[in-house]
């Protein structure tokens, strides 16, 4: 049984990433067309590294503060950052992108660490499962009909009627329960973390995720508008919300049964696979396989990777690992946008392949040891 405050919260993260994502893949294209393609990819740097950089200092904010309340506060700068857009001042984007990424920050920790102080373990797959429906559902339903709307208006117009979606998910999010952390932890945690080997070896599986994200909201929508038009970015570009819509929710419970450790070794299987084909992508049947593999790759990573989470941590470190697996996705995405900025060729598949294949090297000493086992050397973070 899905706990209310679970079915709440998706449905707030719904309204709130049907905006944002359906905002966000067509941001870099729409640059790219007023012959500004450098700033979309500098708005979404920006974004991703406020989102790093303030992961681990929210947490001791968030844990004093309330989750919900800093989820309630977070969502808000969604709104305004897409209302930017319809502006179009240079300077009052890249400001509201700042705020932006510290309110992800407060919104994706918030959230993190509430889902699983309210699941039970024998179900953090289920429950990250179903958020992660929701969350695919807003966003293919942002991605497919911010394209339409484009058509019909502009990207400014279409900007200012999703820009009042992040309200109505506030809105839902006003109406959850809070939850009371009784040992908040103090900013001194940051550096037991950095600090040790283990968990920096595990959240590379965060890092990773989250490049490939960064090729798919900067890199891709360039390389499918060349290779097969604009108007195939909203349809390829919605496999990465279509696929996980249809089977997180099955992967996530899957994993409560089968492990968490199978899981993620298939996702770094597929996701291998997906950009070998990418390489190969001026082919419009090589493309359009390696973005569904890579979707179906991703689809997989989405519900496990918090479960895993949930698994390895306690009441006392959940917020620490929390900041620190937001810390790397942030810098993942960061890390593919700013090499998508300098090469803009295919040679990117390669270079995330490489990262890729390092990541899992490290990861493989992890994945053979017993959960038990790492929860306890995570202990002390």
Do not use: C
Not at 6 to 26: C, E, H, N, T, W
Not at 284 to 310: M, N, Q, W
Not at 359 to 376: M, Q, T
């Amino acid at each position: 049984m899905i706990n209310k405050n679970v079915k709440i919260l998706s449905l707030a993260f719904l309204f709130i990433f049907l905006a944002y994502d359906g905002v966000q893949q067509y941001t870099t294209a729409f640059f790219s067309d007023l012959g500004m393609v450098e700033m979309g990819f500098r708005v979404l740097l920006i974004v991703y590294l406020f989102f790093a950089f303030f992961s681990p200092l929210v947490v001791p904010l968030a844990s004093r503060f309330g989750l919900k309340r800093a989820m309630v506060f977070g969502s808000f700068f969604y709104a305004l950052f897409i209302f930017s857009l319809v502006f179009g001042q240079e300077l009052l984007i890249y400001f509201s992108a700042s705020l932006l990424g510290i309110a992800a920050a407060l919104l994706w920790v918030g959230q993190q660490s509430y889902l699983i102080r309210l699941s039970d373990k024998r179900f953090y797959g289920k429950n990250s499962g179903f958020l992660t429906l929701f969350f695919h559902l807003g966003a293919t339903i942002g991605v497919l009909s911010f394209g339409v709307l484009t058509k019909f208006f502009n990207f400014e117009g279409a900007s200012l009627l999703f820009g009042f979606f992040p309200l109505l998910g506030m809105f839902f999010l006003l109406r959850i329960d809070e939850v009371k952390i009784l040992n908040p932890p103090s900013f001194g945690f940051f550096k037991k973390i950095i600090t040790n080997i283990q968990a920096l070896r595990i959240f590379s599986i965060w890092f990773v995720s989250m490049f490939v994200l960064g090729l798919i909201i900067g890199f891709l929508p360039l390389e499918i508008k060349e290779v097969l038009g604009t108007p195939h970015i909203g349809v390829l570009g919605s496999l990465f919300f279509v696929i996980p819509l249809i089977l997180s929710y099955f992967w996530g419970n899957l994993s409560d049964k089968i492990g968490r450790n199978p899981m993620i070794f298939i996702f770094y299987i597929l996701a291998g696979f997906s950009l070998i084909l990418l390489f190969f992508s001026r082919q419009p049947l090589f493309l359009i396989s390696g973005v569904f593999i890579l979707a179906l790759s991703y689809s997989i990573i989405r519900p496990v990777a918090p479960a895993f989470l949930g698994d390895i941590s306690t009441k006392d470190n959940l917020e620490s690992l929390t900041a620190l697996s937001f810390m790397a996705s942030s810098s993942g995405v960061l890390s593919s946008l700013f090499i998508s900025l300098i090469l803009q060729t295919k040679m990117i598949y390669l270079v995330s392949l490489g990262i890729l294949f390092t990541s899992l090297l490290i990861l493989i000493p992890v994945l053979k040891s017993d959960i038990n086992h790492i929860r306890k050397n995570l202990e002390d973070v």
